[in-house]
């Protein structure tokens, strides 16, 4: 029998890598820090130390590239799932609908 991750249609890759968040429906925007956890070709996990972030927010995330050979990452993404970790922590799941 197939586990859910056996399921996914792309495979995350751990990334681990700090990032800035913006959320796009605020005015004016809202910039947060985050820890990337994992990433695919249509979604990534952040780790979030703030407020629960609502379902169907809009964001723009950049992860920063550590090599001037590779730029870094902007996506446009939309909050799928916010799940508390801890009393200060949260597990956020974005669906990327934009990426430069």
Known sequence: MLSYDDKRNFYRMMVNSP???ELLDQNPSLALTAICKDISATGMSLEMESEAIEIGA???????SNNDQIPSLVAKAK????????????????E???MN
């Open 19 to 21: 990032c800035q968040v």
């Open 79 to 94: 909050v799928v799932r916010c799940e508390e970790q801890d009393s200060d922590t949260y597990l956020v799941g974005v």
């Open 58 to 64: 809009l964001l723009q995330i950049t992860v920063d």
């Open 96 to 98: 990327i609908s934009e």
